[in-house]
Structure formats: C-alpha cells, structure tokens
C-alpha cells in the first residue's frame, strides 16, 4: 500500500485510539469491556436522532437458535446473531465518517436497532443487517424490508459464510423482492469508486481458506443499488477493532475504505 493511499485513514484511526506498530500484530480477539445491554434495556429509537445520519441495525428473532447454538442474551459477540460487532463496530465508523466528510453524523451513540416492521426503519436511510444464515423473516417483516428498500433505503447485508447461509439470504430477498435478482459486483461498480478508489476485492479470508469473499448487489429498475452483500465477509469486524491489535491496520484501513463508500453511495443514490 502506497503512502498516498493509506495516510489518510491511518490518521484517522490513530485518532481514535492512538494506533501505533502494535496494531500490526494479532493478538486474541478481545472482550468488550463496556456496559452490557440486553434487548430488554434497548431504548425506542429517538425519533431525534434521524436528523442526523445515524448507523441503524436490523433485528430480527433468533430465539429459535439460543439453545443449539448456546449464544446468551446480552447484545454483541456472543449475543444474538444479528447483534455481533455491537456497539463498537457502528460508534468506530461514525467517528471516520465525521472525519472524513462533511455528512452531520451522530457519534459516540450506539445504533438505534429496527425490525423491517418497524416503522422507525423509515427515518434511516441506511441499515445494516449481520448473520442472515440465521434470518427467518416473519410475512410482515418481509413485507416490511421490500417497503423500505424500494422507498430508497439501502441495506448493507454482513458477517455471513457458506453456501447455505447464502441460499438462505437469497430465500428472504425472493420472498421480499421476487422481481428482482442478486448480482455479483466487480470493482467497475460505483459503490466501489464513489469515495474512495478500492483496487481489489481480493480480501483476506476472515472465515479461512474455504470462504473467499464475494460481494454482491440487488439493484431496483432504475439501476440503483438497494443492497450490498459482504458474503464470506466481515467488514465490521474490522471497523469493532480497529483500536485493537487484533486486526492488522492495512485489512482495517481497507474496511473502513467500503464503509464510507456503501454510505456515501447510499446518500446518493
């Protein structure tokens, strides 16, 4: 990576948490040390917050899944599938956001969390939605996603892997959306070039070997993009620990690179 490339975020991540070259060894995934929340002490979302560009999670029941998969009740790594990377993954990228860009983010707050029947959905115009292997959306949560994004919401779908994880996203959008199909992106997409200019989408396997990272779109009539797919990926993971060891800062500053852009395109879009 070129000087030119990297100073920028490198900068910026530096300001978040003081980066120096211990970033660049790998340690044990850390806890997170800060409050637990469970989905009982959840706040409704401040309808205060949507004059601001917010990151906005989507929930949706897992319960079914608890005791096989022996996960516990508190949000983030080890909680609910659709709770992982929670709250520091969105609060880290909010914080490059308002670093980076003129758009009025609200930082230093955890995400408001959404079902697709939640009418609050409609104050954000981008959501982002995790561990979709696990999703078995309700009629009116589908009904819900197809209002929202057809509206001009834009969903980013993340942390997934294997074929039948993949077949069971597909399942969920055919029932919302069965007009429209999923598409494999390359980097001639605009999502890839509309901020920053990504060169590859040859990613580190952070699921291993076997799950080379793809990504793909769903596009409205018109040609706009309504939903990015980091399938065999995890680009939260990155941005949750990009104050840690953990994640070497290159694959960081190249996570931090496709946020910015899925929201900048997102805005525009």
Request: hydrophobic content about 40%; proline content about 6%.
């Amino acid at each position: 990576m070129t000087r030119k490339r990297a100073i920028v975020i490198i900068i910026i991540i530096c300001l978040l948490a003081g980066l120096a070259v211990g970033q660049r060894r790998r340690s044990r995934k850390p806890d997170y040390d800060g409050p637990l929340v469970t989905e009982k002490d959840v706040m409704k979302v401040d309808p205060n917050l949507s004059g601001r560009f917010t990151f906005t999670r989507v929930r949706f029941d897992t319960s079914q899944f608890a005791q096989y998969y022996n996960y516990n009740n508190y949000l983030g790594d080890g909680g609910p599938p659709w709770s992982h990377d929670y709250p520091m993954a969105g609060r880290h990228l909010m914080k490059i956001m308002g670093e980076l860009s003129k758009i009025d983010a609200n930082i230093d707050v955890n995400e408001p969390i959404v079902a697709f029947n939640d009418p609050a959905i409609f104050k954000f115009p981008f959501a982002y939605i995790c561990e979709v292997g696990f999703m078995d959306l309700s009629d009116a949560e589908v009904a819900g996603m197809r209002e929202y994004l057809l509206r001009g919401g834009f969903l980013l779908v993340d942390d997934f892997r294997s074929p039948g994880q993949f077949y069971n996203l597909q399942r969920q959008i055919k029932r919302a959306m069965p007009e429209y199909e999923l598409k494999k992106l390359d980097l001639s997409h605009p999502i890839f070039n509309c901020f920053f200019s990504i060169k590859t989408l040859d990613l580190n396997p952070v699921y291993g070997p076997m799950y080379a990272p793809e990504f793909w779109g769903l596009e409205d009539a018109s040609g706009r993009l309504m939903m990015v797919v980091n399938y065999n990926y995890d680009v939260s993971d990155y941005w949750q620990f990009s104050d840690n060891p953990f994640r070497p800062i290159e694959e960081t500053n190249e996570a931090y690179k496709f946020g910015v852009n899925y929201i900048i395109y997102a805005l525009t879009h």
